[in-house]
């Protein structure tokens, strides 16, 4: 029977745990989607017409959008230095918002305030850096349902923080800026040591398919329970202490995952925790660098050559028909009876450099769809405080909380789906 302290370090190196606590970060982690409800409360301090908060929906759009400096950061820096960067933009962009809508300090000029906000804003792209590459290289066969179910909890942190802030029934609005500076920071700041790649995973886990399934089923419950405190909330009308109430139950919601990084460490024992590569790596030698580099070549001709059918293979049977293909390319080879092609760069699938991504298709597809397709979406939520007062909603917060847990079911259901149609 194994020690508790080498089952605890396994805990800590377990690539679930890395992926609870990502999740945790990027449900409070997605400020810009608060935008709608804290406009307002900046354009009453501050006596703003709508053509000045448009401007600060601008400066935040550019926040939330510009990624690539924490991205190249993310090639040469640790990933809780990536963490740690993102909390010192938001606390200070968006607590010296804070510190000018209640008159703390003296008014500044409206350029000072889109600074500010940018600032702040660009946070979040760095805890979307540092989690995201961290979940996708534990990952490497999941992409598409960690980066949906990431994504997805990004999107719901609006509803989830406005759930938190009437929760702690704070005695004014401003207060709710105040809560966005405060309260990510210190999320990010208790678990940013744990965000990190915990090794190379290179093959499905047999455990990996249900603990998914948990981690989806905990996603639908979570945006079915807001979606009803919401309707309750607003068709009802409920008091202090059962709002309270309601939100300890959120809470609890969203730590439930850790049950699966729990149960994987204590109930299962080691022999799944153990990193496993898709196929064994090639001795190194000292003075070898072209034999590696051979090594190479024929291991990326396996995953070429390997028939369609060998994913769907119990592990032990896949293992062996991936070893023995291998071992007939490397007799193929050396004999001269196969050319191997040597890679012209990395392929679908492997780690890009910016530059190499540059020079990409599919990148610049992506590119132009997110340029051509978010800003409807985004104008939407930087002007939904002033769309519902408009229509006559005094509580903006409950539309801007419904379009967050709209947003998170897209985004979940569009990692699950997109990685199903691949498979």
Avoid at 86 to 112: A, E, H, K, M, R
Avoid at 194 to 203: D, F
Avoid at 358 to 384: C, E, P, Q, Y
Wanted: aromatic share 10%; glycine share 10%.
């Amino acid at each position: 029977m194994e020690q508790l302290p080498e089952k605890l370090k396994a805990f800590i190196k377990n690539r679930w745990l890395v992926f609870v606590c990502a999740m945790w970060i990027q449900s409070c982690a997605g400020v810009g989607y608060l935008f709608g409800s804290i406009s307002p409360v900046i354009k009453s301090a501050m006596g703003y017409n709508q053509r000045q908060i448009a401007i600060l929906g601008v400066a935040k759009d550019l926040g939330d959008s510009i990624g690539f400096v924490a991205g190249t950061l993310c090639e040469i820096l640790p990933m809780w230095v990536i963490l740690f960067i993102g909390v010192v933009q938001n606390f200070v962009g968006y607590g010296l918002v804070g510190l000018v809508i209640t008159n703390t300090l003296p008014d500044l000029p409206l350029w000072v305030l889109c600074v500010a906000i940018f600032v702040g804003t660009n946070g979040e792209t760095y805890y979307n850096t540092g989690t995201l590459v961290s979940c996708v290289q534990n990952f490497p066969r999941s992409r598409g349902p960690v980066v949906g179910i990431l994504k997805g909890f990004a999107g719901l942190s609006g509803a989830i923080l406005t759930q938190v802030y009437a929760m702690i029934n704070f005695p004014n609005e401003a207060a709710l800026v105040y809560m966005v500076a405060v309260g990510p920071s210190i999320v990010v700041l208790a678990l940013m040591f744990i965000i990190r790649p915990v090794g190379g995973h290179r093959q499905v886990r047999p455990s990996d398919g249900s603990s998914f399934m948990f981690t989806y089923s905990v996603c639908l419950v979570l945006a079915a329970y807001l979606l009803g405190v919401l309707m309750l909330e607003d068709l009802v009308g409920i008091n202090q202490t059962l709002i309270t109430l309601l939100g300890v139950f959120l809470i609890i919601l969203i730590l439930l995952p850790i049950i699966i990084p729990i149960l994987l460490v204590f109930a299962c024992g080691t022999s799944h925790l153990v990193d496993e590569n898709l196929l064994p790596e090639p001795e190194k030698q000292e003075g070898a660098s072209s034999d590696q580099d051979s090594n190479e070549v024929i291991l990326s001709e396996v995953e070429d050559e390997k028939p369609p059918e060998v994913d769907s293979l119990p592990e032990p049977e896949r293992r062996k028909r991936m070893q023995h293909l291998q071992a007939k390319l490397f007799q193929a080879a050396a004999e001269g009876a196969v050319q191997v092609k040597r890679k012209r760069g990395p392929r679908r699938g492997e780690d890009f450099t910016l530059f190499q991504a540059l020079m990409k298709a599919d990148f610049w597809l992506m590119f132009l769809s997110l340029v051509l397709g978010a800003g409807s979406g985004l104008t939407v939520i930087d002007n939904l405080g002033q769309i519902c007062q408009s229509l006559g909603y005094n509580n903006t917060s409950i539309i801007v909380s419904m379009v967050s847990i709209f947003n998170f079911l897209g985004r979940v259901g569009g990692g699950y789906f997109s990685e199903t149609i691949i498979r």
